[in-house]
């Protein structure tokens, strides 16, 4: 499986699988079926309703792109609210993210929804093309938007990890945990196992800072950068067991 790194600000390097062109392809097929019945649905719809009452085409025009608007909406928006998966990624285990780490705007999204019309519509193909080409296997919309499509299929190795079981009378610390995805999750174990191997402290608090940076996670001054992301691993564990 094909890796990139990126740097964070605090200098950390951290790597992420890329997502296969197979798998991006096969949660395109299942969100393209998605939208398929939903077309189906406006169809029937209008077969139901007396257009007759429409008088100009203007009115018509307009009904109609009432009735598909959310299919306009179906990828910026979903991935945008959903941490970058549309329902075919969540099936997929695939996930849209910023290069340099940082949370996905909605503006990043709508520009990788505009450039799939060149790539599949106006061009087919070059979409395809780009991502066998480029390092972080990109479409030409994911080059603009600075974005790639990375996998989440290590779960399982996450799980065994630092999955543990939760005390029941366990009381989460910082609610913003339950926001984090598993990928940003597994990054933070990654660079917290580089560190714990020799016990690095300075890589600790470069790691610390990176999550107050980065997550908005903020580290109370009691508490040390160890603990502190230890208690992060708590908390996500159980977030993770309560949904």
Excluded: C
């Excluded at 009452?53 to 299919?71: C, G, K, Q, R």
């Excluded at 019309?117 to 603009?144: C, H, T, Y």
């Excluded at 940076?213 to 040390?224: A, D, F, L, R, S």
């Amino acid at each position: 499986m094909s890796e990139f790194s990126i740097q964070t600000a605090q200098n950390i390097q951290i790597k992420q699988n890329l997502a296969s062109i197979g798998s991006r392809f096969f949660a395109f097929l299942i969100d393209s079926f998605i939208i398929f019945w939903f077309y189906i649905f406006v169809f029937y719809l209008l077969s139901k309703m007396n257009l007759k009452d429409i008088h100009s085409n203007i009115e018509i025009y307009a009904f109609l792109m009432v009735l598909t608007l959310p299919l306009f909406l179906y990828f910026p928006v979903i991935q945008y609210w959903n941490n970058g998966q549309t329902p075919g990624k969540m099936a997929m285990k695939i996930r849209v993210v910023k290069i340099d780490n940082t949370h996905p705007r909605l503006l990043d999204f709508v520009i990788r929804w505009l450039f799939r019309i060149v790539e599949v519509n106006l061009i087919p193909g070059i979409g395809l093309i780009a991502i066998l080409f480029s390092e972080k296997k990109q479409r030409l919309g994911d080059m603009v938007a600075k974005t790639t499509v990375v996998s989440e299929k290590k779960r399982v190795d996450i799980n065994q990890s630092i999955f543990k079981s939760v005390d029941k009378n366990y009381q989460p610390v910082f609610p913003e945990v339950k926001y984090l995805s598993e990928q940003q999750i597994q990054l933070i174990k990654n660079i917290y196992d580089q560190a714990n191997k020799t016990y690095n402290r300075q890589l600790f608090k470069q790691l610390s800072d990176t999550i107050e940076h980065t997550y908005g996670i903020e580290k109370p001054k009691e508490m040390n950068e160890r603990r502190f992301i230890n208690t992060i691993f708590k908390d996500h564990n159980y977030y993770s067991n309560i949904q």
